[in-house]
């Protein structure tokens, strides 16, 4: 079995969790917790990872308060409990509060801005929406005190140093020193306010935000907040992946492969992933996303040159949603069906997610999205070589159809809802310019290069595979010319590779079992 992902190892300070220990971790936790439910073969999420570790380095001493935690999606073993806390996009942040009893998906984190400040901030925000029930059994209090509370220790002996923070009410500076000194003994932290007038007089503080310390011997004074110090920039990892010591740890050994052909096996693991996995975490499917299912159902059971058993079960996949007049399908009797628990001769997709000319260097790269391009490149192909095959769908007059599905599938469905909105961004701009099948093709693959040249050099490129404008001179000499010195392509000859690559005689059968 291929072990997707790793991004993340166990010498990281964050808790990596997966199907085993997640809710036993989450049910009734004395801390908070901030998971990041990721996908590794997500290239965003490997963009980020650098930053997650950084977050979980800067806020490992809050954690008798708030924990940080990740779950790899991606992984096999962690397919349905992603299902189960329904993770329909990676990453997804999602916080769970301390001390509950009872079963819950936590709490969605939407915004766009997740730097390591912000999250931070988030963080203080989530704790204090604790009551005081479930208040996590080692935070500390991070309301602020009153003058009542601390003008009476002045002049009091006592074991400890207090350091009041006075600040204004929207500053998080208080809180978040309460909980980054939350470790240390003989030092109690606590904030108070501006708009506390006696206070402010009483202590003399003029500018906000003010330290103010007792010492254990009873004196007080103004503290500067200390010129030149502030709090140390956290480490962070710019080589987040690496090969072994990971999360899951296993390899699978490299299979050897031929760059000018596409594989059977590629496309079948995709599409298992997406019918079983991907899908699989809407529990059902109505209005917009149901359509948008059928479409697709309706484009691959026409146009995909697969395997009889894989044809049929697509057709018969087809067949049933359209016999179904329901405007509500629960996922599972899709997923009956695709597991073909109705038993129908002939009809089987394998369960294996294995790649071929998808397989990365890592784990964690490549996989699942090279599938994507790869089928969906497959079927704008396929229809320009078989015009009549979506005859009768009510697609046939559209050359567009391959494309718009595509394009609807990666909004609503593809887990990487970043790719989705660069892919979007790309369609409303030039996808109403596409007349013919032939165009339909074209345009998808010069897109896929404008997205090769944007991912050129990121971290989820694969150093053995490296973003180039494909297909290179040596898989096609005659695409590539030059006019006054420069490079151009020969869109005509590229049509024609295209429509052979992706053809079915160059689909290779090897290593489906
Ligand atoms: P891929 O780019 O996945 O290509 C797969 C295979 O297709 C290649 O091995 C090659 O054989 C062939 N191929 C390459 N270029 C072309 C071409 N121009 N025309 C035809 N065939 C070609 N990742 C991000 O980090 N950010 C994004 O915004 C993003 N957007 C995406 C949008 C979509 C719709 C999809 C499907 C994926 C997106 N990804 C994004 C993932 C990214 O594009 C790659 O799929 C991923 O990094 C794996 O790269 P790869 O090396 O396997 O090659």
Redesign the pocket.
């Known amino acids: 079995r291929a072990q997707a992902t790793r991004l993340y190892s166990s010498e990281d300070p964050l808790t990596i969790l997966t199907s085993d220990t997640l809710k036993e971790t989450l049910h009734n936790s004395s801390a908070a917790w901030l998971v990041q439910f990721y996908s590794s073969w997500c290239?965003?999420c490997i963009?980020y990872s650098p930053t997650w570790k950084a977050l979980a380095g800067d806020v490992k001493d809050w954690e008798q308060a708030i924990r940080i935690g990740v779950l790899d999606c991606a992984h096999e073993k962690n397919f349905d409990i992603c299902k189960e806390f329904g993770i329909h996009f990676y990453p997804t942040f999602r916080y769970f509060k301390a001390r509950s009893n009872t079963f819950n998906v936590g709490k969605t984190y939407r915004g766009p801005d997740r730097e390591l400040q912000t999250v931070r901030q988030l963080m203080v925000n989530f704790l204090q929406n604790h009551t005081r029930e479930n208040w996590p059994i080692g935070c500390p209090q991070l309301e602020p005190s009153r003058s009542e509370d601390i003008l009476p220790l002045l002049d009091q002996k006592s074991e400890q140093y207090t350091a009041v923070i006075v600040e204004d009410e929207d500053s998080y500076v208080g809180r978040e020193v309460i909980l980054d000194l939350m470790v240390y003994e003989g030092l109690r932290v606590t904030r108070a306010l501006s708009s506390d007038r006696a206070l402010m007089t009483k202590l003399g503080i003029t500018t906000v935000p003010s330290t103010y310390l007792l010492h254990p011997n009873g004196t007080h004074a103004l503290m500067d907040l200390l010129p030149g110090v502030h709090r140390k920039k956290a480490v962070s990892a710019h080589d987040p992946v690496h090969a072994g010591n990971r999360e899951h740890g296993t390899t699978e050994m490299w299979k050897e492969f031929d760059?000018s052909k596409v594989y059977m096996v590629d496309l079948e693991s995709g599409l298992h992933y997406l019918l079983r996995v991907e899908l699989a975490s809407h529990q059902t499917l109505e209005g917009e996303e149901l359509k948008t299912f059928k479409d697709f159902a309706t484009v691959v059971a026409k146009l995909f040159p697969g395997r009889p058993s894989v044809v049929k079960l697509l057709e018969t996949l087809l067949e049933w949603l359209v016999s179904l007049p329901l405007e509500r399908i629960p996922y599972n009797a899709i997923l009956d069906l695709v597991n073909n628990k109705m038993s129908i001769s002939g009809m089987y997709l394998s369960d294996r997610l294995q790649w071929v000319?998808?397989q990365?260097s890592r784990p964690e790269?490549?996989g699942y999205?090279?599938s994507?391009?790869?089928l969906f490149?497959t079927l704008t192909v396929q229809a320009a070589l078989r015009p009549d095959a979506l005859a009768n769908t009510g697609l046939e007059d559209d050359p567009l159809a391959v494309l718009q599905t595509m394009r609807r599938y990666?909004g609503t469905f593809?887990g990487?809802q970043?790719?989705g909105r660069?892919?979007e961004e790309m369609a409303k701009e030039s996808l109403s310019q596409v007349r013919s099948l032939d165009q339909a093709v074209l345009w998808?693959?010069?897109r896929?290069?404008q997205?090769?040249n944007?991912?050129s050099g990121?971290l989820?490129?694969?150093p053995r595979?490296p973003?180039t404008q494909?297909p290179t001179p040596d898989l096609c000499p005659a695409c590539h010319e030059e006019k006054d010195g420069l490079h151009v392509w020969n869109e005509e000859r590229v049509l024609s590779f295209?429509k052979q690559h992706y053809a079915s005689p160059n689909i290779s059968p090897k290593y489906t079992s």
Request: charged residues 20%; positive net charge.
């Open positions: 290239g965003h963009q760059k000319g998808c990365g790269l490549r999205p090279c994507l391009w790869t490149h990666i593809f990487c970043e790719c660069h892919f998808l693959w010069s896929h290069n997205v090769n944007r991912l990121a989820s490129e694969d595979f973003k494909w295209l």
